[in-house]
């Protein structure tokens, strides 16, 4: 089993930095494939990044590649997500996610991920 909890959401001006964290409990972290996804109301939920168990590979969707990193710390059980140039359409509860399997690539569909956050808000205003 793995606990996850998010945190450094909030409210920011477009063109902000945001940087999330999803702290997760166990000690099999460093074997989880973690993915950080979003959902906006009225909207399904969307893979925004994802990285490896290993940290070898990122993936990002179309939408944030270049403006979001996704990196992983082992040692403090922790996965960020740091946001640059915000936009509005950002805005969304962002819900951190592990995936036992250890593939070599990341996976987006949120069906195979195991365990899930509770999310974090993040709102961006124009």
């Known amino acids: 089993q793995v606990h996850l909890v998010e945190s450094g959401g909030g409210l920011v001006q477009a063109g902000d930095s945001l940087r999330l964290s999803c702290a997760a409990s166990g000690r099999t972290f460093s074997s989880y494939a973690m993915g950080w996804f979003r959902q906006a109301p009225g909207k399904e939920r969307e893979f925004v990044a994802g990285?490896?168990?290993?940290?070898?590979?990122?993936n990002y969707a179309d939408s944030v590649q270049g403006r979001f990193t996704i990196s992983r710390d082992n040692a403090k059980n922790t996965v960020y997500l740091q946001m640059n140039s915000l936009k509005p359409e950002d805005t969304a509860v962002y819900y951190c996610a592990a995936d036992k399997r250890r593939l070599p690539v990341v996976d987006r569909n949120a069906n195979e991920y195991d365990y899930w956050g509770q999310g974090t808000q993040v709102t961006v205003s124009s």
């Open positions: 990285i490896t168990w290993n940290g070898g590979r990122a």
